[in-house]
């Protein structure tokens, strides 16, 4: 089964090998690209289809799908809905397809628009951000504790997964990512500036 590389590859006879059953129609509602790529698309065909399907892909960039090989966030991703993605104790987005390739780091995640579900994404403005925030952590320590001691055969050990990118462009990027986060959030938190400086320093 093919792992779509682009949007245009989102066409109706994958889905309907993906998701097992017919699909005649495909519409890409919305799509982006980040960490990820990311297109919110609409469906038509058989009557037990959603309407849409939020499906997460490789970036759009060269650039952007080098450096996510680098890390293999998306495989870790597609990964662990792939094999865990209907057992988790925790509201996640229902799982229609998850599959991924370690080897060259393409990945595909077809899950559910949480968007047409109904849930609200919380902004930092929020007057129950601190709530929500408690909850997170809530929610967070729920899912570590159900795995907690569990022997994950499906998850790599330190010497399977990625290494630290011997390419000093690539290096430089990562811990520029910290330095603008840093940026961003110093001023809420106790002893970040000194952090921050050795962060800096440490940037070729």
């Known amino acids: 089964m093919s792992i779509p590389f682009r949007t245009e590859e989102l066409t109706p006879d994958w889905f309907s ?34 309407a849409t399907v939020f499906v997460k892909l490789q970036p759009f960039t060269e650039e952007q799908r080098k450096f996510l090989r680098q890390i293999g966030l998306g495989v870790a991703e597609a990964r662990l809905y792939a094999n865990v993605g209907k057992e988790l104790p925790v509201r996640v987005p229902r ?48 899912l570590h504790a159900a795995f907690w001691g569990s022997d994950l055969a499906w998850l ?18 990562r811990a520029q990512f910290i330095v603008s986060a840093l940026d961003q959030f110093a001023r809420h938190a106790i002893g970040v500036p000194a952090s921050r400086r050795a962060v800096r320093d440490a940037i070729p």
Do not use: Q, W
């Open 17 to 50: 090998e993906v998701l097992g059953s017919p699909v005649t129609g495909v519409e890409v509602l919305d799509a982006h690209s980040g960490t990820t790529g990311r297109a919110r698309v609409g469906l038509t065909g058989a009557s037990d289809l959603p």
């Open 95 to 142: 799982v229609y397809h998850a599959d991924f390739d370690g080897d060259d780091g393409s990945f595909v995640m077809v899950l559910e628009d949480l968007e047409a579900a109904g849930c609200v994404f919380p902004s930092p403005s929020d007057d129950d951000i601190r709530a929500v925030a408690v909850s997170l952590m809530d929610e967070l320590a729920t």
């Open 156 to 173: 790599p050990t330190p010497s399977g997964m990625k290494r630290k990118p011997v390419d000093s462009e690539m290096a430089n990027r």
